[in-house]
Nanobody
């Protein structure tokens, strides 16, 4: 099991940057993690998948602007968001599922069992 706590959300203007954090409390072995977001009236979507062997796959929609990193102790996951756009606004979640790496990238939002409470990102012009 794992408990997840996100932080770092804020209200910023277009073009600015934010770094979100996700602190994980619990077993890391065999854990697939993801950053997901949900805008009002839209479905939840994944912006990055992080495999248990540290491979990271960033969604095409944010590639080049968003990046993921984790600290050495593998307790905190970061989402660096640069050149933010209005359409990046939404609630950002960290999620985890214990699953083999080959399945990690294929996980849909509904497949993740563990979720943080979310952190709000608002980008305005």
């Amino acid at each position: 099991q794992v408990q997840l706590e996100e932080s770092g959300g804020d209200s910023v203007q277009i073009g600015r940057s934010l770094r979100l954090s996700c602190e994980a409390f619990g077993g890391s072995s065999g854990r697939c993690m993801a950053w997901l977001r949900q805008a009002p009236g839209k479905e939840r979507e994944a912006v990055a998948h992080i495999y248990s062997d540290d491979k990271i796959v960033v969604a095409d929609t944010v590639k080049g602007r968003f990046s993921v990193s984790r600290d050495d102790a593998r307790k905190t996951l970061y989402l660096q968001m640069d050149n933010l756009k209005v359409e990046d606004s939404g609630m950002y979640y960290c999620a985890a599922e214990y699953t083999p790496n080959w399945r990690c990238f294929r996980l849909q939002p509904r497949d993740f069992e563990y979720w943080g409470q979310g952190t709000q990102v608002t980008v305005s012009s």
